[in-house]
């Protein structure tokens, strides 16, 4: 089992920066990819970002140029730095584990955060 446990969410204006943190612990693997998705209220959950165990990163075009994912895997922790952040951004995320091969669908993923709740304010 794998463990993830998120911190960093919060209130921001528009134009501001967050950093999301998920800390994985547990079973832990070499050839693990990381991801981050979304939720807004009424909607379903939507991909923000990946970063697989190489190091390669993948993002939604709505998030492309504005959010960093990042990894340590000597803390076994990825990271979400979020920058020019609009309303349209707020939305619980949820950080996402899952092993091997990367993927955008969250069905992919075996295991999940708790969420951390981002808001946005205009």
């Known amino acids: 089992q794998v463990q993830l446990v998120e911190s960093g969410g919060g209130l921001v204006q528009a134009g501001g920066s967050l950093r999301l943190s998920c800390a994985a612990s547990?079973?832990?693997?070499?050839?693990?990819?990381m991801g981050w998705f979304r939720q807004a209220p009424g909607k379903e959950r939507e991909f923000v970002a990946r970063?697989?165990?190489?190091?390669?990163?993948y993002y939604a075009d709505s998030v492309k140029g504005r959010f960093t994912i990042s990894s340590d895997t000597a803390q076994n922790t990825a990271y979400l730095q979020m920058n020019s952040l609009k309303p349209e951004d707020t939305a619980v995320y949820y950080c996402?584990?899952?092993?091997?091969?990367?993927?955008?669908?969250?069905?992919?993923?075996?295991?999940w955060g708790q969420g951390s709740q981002v808001t946005v304010s205009s």
């Open positions: 996402a584990a899952k092993r091997g091969g990367d993927s955008s669908w969250s069905g992919a993923y075996d295991y």
């Open positions: 970063i697989r165990w190489d190091g390669v990163t």
């Open positions: 547990g079973r832990t693997f070499s050839t693990t990819t």
